[in-house]
């Protein structure tokens, strides 16, 4: 169960002095960081995530009922349908979308979708445009988006799509890439930025999963939460209050050392690997 940062606070504010109060987010995500990069050294599962990546089949949708909305500095911008067809047409939240109108063009990234309106990433910006003009809005069959807090494949264990046996290799060449550009079932994948990209583009919509070591997320509200499912509180919270009390500088090295201390004997106990390979049996004849 993880802890509110409200309630860590009050337990560990009567060690904390009243000035120092200012600084506990900065030493609660250096506190935070330290822990997690020992939990990548030990190849924990506490810094893993699960990949869901949904990424769409071609899809287009045209239509003169179709217009643009620049929703300011305060809201997300939209595109708006007065015939209300998007759910029907099939848009979803997280899909990637490219549109005809002049200035509109895209890639946007859809966050959530109603029948007469898509909002837009928080990233995405679009120039007011009235209905009027006929536009076709089309999905994006290449790549869907990697999770917020997402650090890098973990070693040795492929992603792969949903529902089948295999797993996605990395894309070899360029050549490669250039050769599948009919739409099918794809075979290799190629990380970009915050995008994932697949080869074949897809000619169904599917999902990717595998695993992924996940970043820490910066802490800045008390409303959040710590990371690590409660295991390492009181570590947290240790180190927060020596951080708060000799500076990370000068504490760095002891932090070092009480973080191996304290952390490598639980996440020792939190599982062990299989091996990779074991015989059946002594072939005592050979």
């Known amino acids: 169960m993880s802890t509110q940062i409200l309630d860590f606070l009050d337990e560990i504010q009567g060690r904390i002095p009243e000035n120092k109060i200012p ?71 997280g899909m990637a979308i490219t549109t005809t109108c ?93 995008r994932f990209y697949v080869t074949p583009p897809t000619s169904a919509d599917i999902t990717i999963r595998g695993d992924y070591w996940q970043r820490t997320v910066r802490k800045t509200k008390v409303s959040e939460y710590l990371p690590f499912n409660g295991v390492f509180d009181d570590v947290i919270g240790e180190l927060v209050v020596r951080i708060l009390d000799k500076g990370i500088a000068e504490a760095g090295a002891e932090l070092d050392n009480f973080i191996a201390s304290v952390v490598d004997p639980i996440v020792q106990k939190q599982g062990q690997k299989a091996p990779v390979h074991m015989p059946c049996g002594i072939n005592w004849g050979f």
């Open 23 to 93: 600084d506990f987010f900065p030493a609660l995500n250096q506190a935070i960081r330290a822990i997690s990069r020992r939990l990548y050294k030990l190849d924990s599962g506490l810094v893993k995530g699960n990949l869901s990546i949904p990424i769409y089949a071609e899809d287009s949708y045209a239509a003169a009922t179709i217009a643009f909305v620049d929703g300011g500095p305060d809201a997300a911008d939209t595109i708006t349908d007065s015939a209300v067809q998007f759910v029907v047409e099939g848009f979803s939240a």
């Open 102 to 194: 002049t200035g509109n063009t895209g890639p946007f990234r859809i966050t959530a979708v109603a029948a007469g309106t898509i909002t837009l990433h928080a990233e995405d910006s679009v120039v007011a445009q009235a209905v009027g003009s006929s536009y076709t809005i089309t999905s994006d069959d290449e790549y869907g988006y990697l999770p917020d807090d997402f650090g890098g494949l973990v070693e040795n264990e492929k992603p792969y799509v949903d529902g089948y046996t295999y797993g996605l290799l990395p894309l070899p060449s360029q050549e490669t890439k250039l050769k599948y550009t009919s739409a099918g079932v794809p075979n290799w994948y190629q990380i970009k930025g915050s």
